[in-house]
């Protein structure tokens, strides 16, 4: 089967919370931390994409390795070992590093990297299921510095009547972000990101994504917050939105948890559009999601 690229980075690149900080109570939850949480969450989905990007293009040819895989000579610059030109062998370790230098590359979500993340895995290409590491080199998302360590298992999925085989991509983090203005964010958790719809076709925009996960954000006070999507109430990507230019993320809810207090934010029912409910202690607010 024809490997499709996930563009669930481009999907959380496309909002953020439209508030700010309305509280100086370290014991509560405010807009301007759900908006620091928010940019992590778009960095992490980015560079899980460019990953498994990279990963794919090693393991495209199930019987030799992709031979004809080669290094760009322009930003970003990607090596590889065993070198570019040469097939990997069964059971070889794989790493790439990808370099977007010290000027800064734009992503076509707009999104903007330097340094390097180096990728490392296993030639198996019969296997179905895959470990990937990556680490960084003095990488930055958007003027965010990210330092430690990152695997995703991508495991793909035996094929039913009702459903073809198609990948199930779980992402374990353990990460510090560290933000302009000196603030550092510790993040430890896991992702799940599965394909539901759309990936036996040849085109990515009727792809249809399902995302669940838990994961605790240490704050610079000290303080942790948890975050939740549940497998009851999954966020739900739609591609399909953005012909109509909206955000991506069209259900499902994440469910932030600080000390007594819980917000919610809710994606809504299914549609194209760029509202959101944030809940905080019982008390909704309508926001407006996007760039």
């Known amino acids: 089967m024809k490997t499709k690229i996930l563009f669930l980075g481009l999907v ?3 909002f953020t919370v439209s508030c700010t900080k309305d509280s100086a109570d370290n014991s509560t939850i405010t807009a301007d931390e759900a908006t620091v949480n928010a940019k992590i969450d778009i960095a992490n989905d980015d560079v899980s994409d460019i990953v498994e990007t990279q990963f794919n293009a090693t393991m495209d040819n ?7 895989e080669t290094a760009t000579t322009t930003y970003p610059i990607i090596t590889r070992v065993p070198a570019f030109g040469t097939a990997p062998t069964v059971g070889q370790t794989v790493t790439k590093t990808i370099d977007y230098g010290t000027a800064g590359v734009t992503l076509p979500n707009g999104n903007v990297l330097k340094g390097k993340i180096i990728i490392s895995f296993t030639y198996e290409p019969t296997a179905t299921s895959h470990t990937i590491s990556y680490t960084f080199d003095n990488f930055y998302h958007n003027a ?27 992402m374990t983090m353990d990460m510090t972000a560290t933000f302009p203005d000196g603030r550092v964010f510790q993040r430890v958790g896991t992702r799940t990101r ?11 925009t009727d792809n249809i994504y399902k995302v669940t996960g838990s994961w605790s954000t240490t704050f610079p006070n000290t303080t942790v917050q948890t975050s939740t999507i549940s497998n009851t109430n999954p966020l739900i990507v739609k591609m399909s939105c953005i012909a109509v230019n909206k955000p991506l993320l069209v259900r499902g809810v994440i469910t932030f948890v ?20 944030f809940t905080i202690d019982g008390v909704p607010h309508t926001i407006i999601i996007g760039n």
């Open 62 to 68: 199930s019987s030799t390795g992709k031979t004809s």
């Open 194 to 204: 599965e394909i539901i719809e759309g990936f036996s076709t040849l085109s990515w």
């Open 12 to 14: 959380l690149s496309l």
């Open 258 to 277: 600080r000390n007594s207090h819980t917000a919610t934010l809710d994606y809504g029912t299914g549609d194209c559009d760029n509202i959101a409910i």
């Open 144 to 170: 965010i510095k990210f330092d430690g360590t990152k695997t995703f298992t991508r495991t793909m999925t035996v094929a039913t009547t009702s459903s073809p085989s198609h990948p199930i991509i779980v």
